[in-house]
């Protein structure tokens, strides 16, 4: 048994399994507070990307409309104005007539939200690969390499920081905040929210701009790593099984779920790929997802399912 | 005026259950069936088969298939694609090693191959529900997409994976292969899904839909009445994937003629057949065939409209192509959520009384 | 319903209500599906294009198709057409799709003199039909390799080289690296590709080379669409192949450049296949990337007087397709060059015909005598930018020769650093034997005649 290799790959896998959380959060936010299982989750992030892109290359509508391109930081804050009114666009011109549907056809509102964005998204800013490069390290961790052998990706340390950070901001914002105690209570019981004078509207606005928002740290995070294209997203179907391995409901259940998912499909392909003859990292994650299910069918963390006839 | 059932006397309770009880739907029905029968052969070229309407029949088998599961016992699933895969590799394990198998047999033998398979994967219904087990059914799209990729027995150890349908006969005409008249294809799967929308029709109508529907609306209340939950939820796993393995097989066999197991069935196939049961109208057989119809007439008159009508650059198109399904799915869900099949109801209601509103 | 092919370019410009009543027609036409042709006025050459520029792998597509439009405009520009007959270029859009890419050829084919159905799924769709359609199918390079045996598909071309001879260039240009065929024993060369019908290719090929010249061979698939590769690096990293070649397409490429950068591998041993040589491919990954090589059958930049022809020609004119400062790049090179070989077969097939008005049959005998040698490339501006062609009846591959390029990061350009090696057709011979003969099997096909 090489030790030294086992360690590499369960790391690698714990950060790869931080860059799925990072998707998966958005889709718990959204859920958590209004049911809706968001499918556009993956879309949002390439659309983020791609504006985030537009607002730093020479080349954008950025430019050419007033003749000079952001800095990253602003140009972090204008996407993340960006996806407030697309937050509000969505509340305003979808979730607005749906309230009190059933969960699937919230879902298939979600996917055809999706496809919008998706034919908006490639219309406005084009199909090609954008090199997304704002400064984030990235290649092998030097050091560690040469000192011990082991090899760590900087971006994806950078994006379990990144992803740490955002958790505790979240907690800070649910547990700590006005607005957040009002987004729990409609995620428990909306009626009672309503009844108490939370506006079920404005609250859906701003879960929507901040799973936005979410969806923008995932775009940035995985635009780095591959350049902005339209194949980001379809990083949501690797959320997935974080999603459900986790729970719908549950903030630490996405990112336990994803370190879990992240080792999970590593070490099987690693060391069971071979013997089958590979590949089988994806239907690897939902077979673990579900092997978690069948001991606890609302995820790790998920809120009990109480039925009652 | 026209659609009135006044005088229209049941006699018997036969008569009262009939599928259509109202005469002028009897007529509309039938008369549809035969333009469909004895018109559209004469008339067919390979694009209308290739395009329009082989896409149409055999997504529409599909959809009924996952309309059974999803519609009728509400156990939500996204692993059409990978069912219709088993279904495609089905025919074609079948087809090379039995040559002088009647298709129809084969088409049927894949189906129930499927069937099995649905069973195995349906397992997990019984203590997962909702959300959960739609992404759980992923497991099954991605394993057997993974599958047939990957072991050479599947498609006979060619070199690239690709599964090719050989030329065959029927009845002395050629059905599959190069050269097979569009007619006779359309036809061949006509009659399938004609057959078996009627099937499916009298099963939803019977014991086994009924119980389905009684887990769908509250699968703890329908236990408690006496509903085995493993029967008839593995039942309609069953059932719906014996559909699907069919119109995988019409899918490859009949429509396709080759297919790669990555692409061809890939998980937007699975969302694409969801799309046709929501926007056709979950719990509706009639339904199953308006979605199918909807979403895959939709694209091509909107492509043809604005590309050819309107000279707009082919990519352009394609993305106004895109971002205008999406809207039409928002607003037909926010206009009618229960579907097209919901609308044709009103629609005939409104016919009943016209021209007086009330 | 095939009646409605309204003559569009005849009627632009007959006033608003001409317009109108076509708007009109279309519309009821549209609304029940009819197959539409545009503007096929007679004699003119139909040479339709199916792209894809929307979907995961659109960042390919665009700067192909964009080279394969420009060079028919160049023709129709400058020349007034091939031997003075314009050619009017319809396209469709496939997304990469097999369903789509159908529905496309159905849609252009009648008419049509040639398809270039740019994906391995849809050229294996086509590939039957186009027998009892007479169109020829010119899938350059890609599609089904075993299409190169002229004497059981006479109507698929896929010249100047299959996956399967290229695989076999690359060996050699390994082997030459490495001091001779004989110093690839105990060798490990691995292969990272694609998990589909098209990434699969070579398998065969390298696995009967790995057996002949004695060098351990390894594949690690990596699914579509191949954004997280971290598994497979890992076990390159831990089992340090000399050399690795990668069969990949859109996302898969730029993630595994730099992937192979961050494990350190070191970037000139590591070689990737046409689809994987291309700006798109080793831009994200900066200058890590510096060094990658991969196989070409034709030279990357702008630099050749066909290039200045349609900067001037065309975008001159304000009909080129894409951003002139693109032109030039490694996928709109290829697309040119398909161009090339398309519009010279279609000249050879008049030529051999003695007539202008061609049809998709006449163009395929055009093909299987076409002959575009230097000299001739040096009159079409192509000087040196690929090598001289001669296909026959039995051989619809060609030469199948592949060199290697490779990638300056600094200077953003690639670069031929090996001459052309030909194909070990000792090694694909028998392969493209087995397995057109299963194809003649399945479908019933008499090998033809070539004599």
Request: glycine share 10%.
């Amino acid at each position: 048994m090489d030790w030294l290799f086992l360690t590499e790959t369960i790391i690698s896998g714990l950060m790869a399994g931080v860059m799925y959380s990072l998707v998966a959060l958005g889709f718990v936010l959204i859920f958590k507070a209004s049911g809706i299982f968001n499918f556009a989750q993956g879309v949002m992030a390439l659309f983020a990307a791609l504006a985030l892109y537009d607002f730093l290359a020479p080349e954008g509508w950025f430019n050419q409309l007033f003749g000079f391109t952001l800095p990253v930081p602003i140009a972090i804050v204008a996407t993340a104005g960006v996806m407030v009114i697309l937050a509000w666009l969505i509340e305003r011109l979808v979730l607005r007539y749906l309230i009190n549907q059933e969960g699937i056809i919230l879902f298939m509102a979600t996917i055809g939200l999706a496809y919008v964005l998706e034919g908006t998204g490639d219309l406005l800013f084009g199909s090609d690969v954008k090199p997304l490069d704002i400064g984030i390290p990235q290649g092998a961790w030097d050091y560690l390499l040469d000192t011990h052998g082991l090899y760590i990706e900087k971006l994806e340390i950078f994006a379990a920081i990144t992803a740490a950070i955002l958790v505790t901001v979240l907690a800070i914002f649910f547990q700590k905040t006005r607005i957040g105690r009002a987004l729990r209570a409609v995620a428990d019981d909306h009626q009672a929210a309503l009844s108490v004078g939370i506006s079920l509207r404005a609250i859906w606005v701003i879960v929507w701009a901040v799973a936005g928002f979410v969806a923008l740290v995932a775009g940035i995070m995985w635009g780095s790593k591959s350049g902005v294209q339209f194949s980001l997203s379809l990083i949501a179907l690797k959320a997935l099984p974080v999603l459900i391995l986790g729970g719908f409901t549950s903030v630490p259940g996405a990112i336990v779920g994803g370190l879990i998912i992240g080792v999970g499909e590593k070490l099987a392909e690693i060391y069971v790929g071979p013997m089958v003859g590979g590949a089988i990292e994806n239907w690897f994650a939902y077979m673990l997802a579900l092997a978690f299910l069948l001991f606890r069918p609302q995820g790790l963390f998920g809120e009990k399912i109480i039925e009652r006839v | 005026m026209l659609y009135r059932e006044t005088g229209q006397f049941k006699t018997s309770y036969q008569a009262d259950q009939a599928i259509f009880p109202i005469a002028q739907d009897r007529w509309f029905i039938f008369g549809i069936i035969a333009i469909a029968v004895f018109v559209v052969p004469f008339l067919i070229d390979d694009y209308g088969a290739n395009a329009v309407l082989l896409p149409f029949l055999v997504y529409a088998m599909a959809a009924i298939g996952l309309n059974i599961l999803t519609g009728y016992c509400g156990q939500l699933s996204l692993g059409t694609g990978g069912f219709m895969a088993v279904g495609a590799y089905s025919t074609y394990k079948l087809f090379t090693a039995f040559p002088d198998l009647n298709l129809i047999v084969i088409v049927i033998l894949s189906g129930l191959i499927t069937a099995a398979v649905g069973v195995l994967f349906g397992l997990p219904s019984l203590r997962i529900k909702g959300f959960y087990l739609a992404v759980a059914t992923l497991a099954s799209q991605f394993f057997l997409v993974w599958m047939f990729n990957k072991f050479g027995w599947f498609y006979n150890y060619n070199m690239t994976g690709m599964i090719n349908m050989p030329a065959s006969t029927m009845f002395g005409l050629q059905l599959t292969g190069p050269g097979a008249h569009p007619a006779v294809r359309y036809l061949f799967c006509l009659g399938f899904v004609l057959v078996f929308a009627l099937v499916a029709k009298n099963i939803v109508r019977g014991r086994l839909g009924r119980e389905w529907m009684a887990i769908r609306d509250m699968d703890i209340a329908a236990e408690i009445i006496g509903i085995r939950p493993l029967y008839a939820k593995l039942s309609a796993f069953a059932v719906s994937s014996f559909y699907v393995g069919m119109a995988g097989a019409l899918y490859f066999g009949i429509w396709l003629s080759s297919a790669e197991p990555v692409e061809a069935f890939d998980i937007n196939q699975s969302f694409l057949v969801l799309f046709m049961i929501i926007i056709g109208g979950l719990g509706s057989i009639m339904g199953s065939f308006l979605g199918a119809a909807f979403i895959v007439l939709m694209p091509l008159v909107l492509k043809n409209f604005m590309v050819d009508g309107l000279d707009i650059a082919v990519v352009t198109a394609k993305h106004v192509e895109i971002i205008t399904m999406g809207m039409l799915i928002i607003f037909f869900l926010i206009v009618e959520p229960h579907g097209l099949a919901r609308l044709w109801t009103i629609a005939k209601e409104k016919l009943r009384l016209w021209p007086f509103p009330h | 319903m095939r009646g409605c092919t309204a003559a569009t370019t005849t009627s632009r410009g007959e006033g608003e209500k001409m317009k109108f009543a076509k708007l009109t027609k279309v519309a009821l036409a549209a609304a029940v599906v009819a197959p539409m042709l545009s503007a096929t006025v007679l004699a003119d050459l139909k040479v339709p294009s199916m792209d894809y520029r929307t979907g995961p792998y659109a960042p390919n597509g665009i700067p192909f198709a964009n080279g394969y439009s420009d060079y028919l405009s160049l023709l129709n520009e400058r020349d007034g057409g091939i031997e003075g007959v314009k050619i009017v270029n319809p396209s469709c859009e496939t997304a990469y799709n097999t369903k789509q890419g159908v529905e496309c050829y159905e849609k252009l084919k009648d008419g049509a003199l040639v398809f270039q159905p740019l994906s391995t799924g849809i050229t294996y769709q086509l590939i039957p039909r186009t027998i009892v359609d007479k169109v020829p199918v010119y899938s350059m390079g890609y599609g089904r390799t075993s299409a190169a045996n002229g004497k059981i598909f006479p109507y698929v071309f896929n010249f100047p080289a299959t996956y399967w001879s290229q695989a076999t260039a690359l060996v050699q240009y390994i082997a030459d690296q490495e001091g001779g065929m004989d110093k690839l024993k105990g060798k490990k060369i691995y292969l990272v590709h694609h998990n589909s019908a098209y990434g699969k290719e070579p398998i065969r090929t390298l696995e009967s080379m790995a057996a002949k010249y004695g060098f351990t061979y390894r594949s690690l698939p990596v699914d579509h669409p191949g954004q997280e590769q971290k598994a497979t690096w890992l076990q390159i990293r831990r089992e340090k192949p000399d050399w690795v070649l990668m069969w990949g397409w859109g996302v898969m490429n730029q993630v595994a450049v730099k992937e192979a950068a961050s494990i350190r591998f070191p970037m000139d041993h590591f070689i990737g296949v046409w689809w994987s040589g291309s700006e798109n491919d080793v831009l994200p990954a900066g200058d890590a990337a510096d060094g990658y090589l991969s196989g070409a059958f034709h030279a990357a930049g702008a630099g050749f007087p066909v290039h200045a022809d349609i900067k001037k020609h065309v975008y001159g004119n304000g009909k080129g397709k894409g951003e002139i400062d693109r032109v030039g790049e490694v996928l709109y090179n290829r697309g040119m060059v398909a161009a090339m070989w398309t519009t010279e077969a279609i000249r050879n097939a008049m030529k051999i015909h003695g007539t202008k008005d061609v049809t998709g049959e006449m163009v395929r005998d055009g093909f299987e005598t076409l002959k575009v040698d230097e000299a001739r490339l040096a009159e079409l501006g192509m000087k040196d930018f690929t090598y001289g062609i001669q296909i026959t009846c039995e051989n619809h591959e060609g030469p199948g020769k592949v060199a290697v390029q490779q990638w300056d990061a600094k200077a953003k350009k690639w670069s031929m650093v090996s001459k052309f090696y030909e194909p070990l057709r000792d090694i694909t011979g028998p392969l493209i034997a087995e397995d057109s003969a299963a194809f003649a099997k399945e479908n019933n096909i008499t090998p033809r005649d070539c004599n």
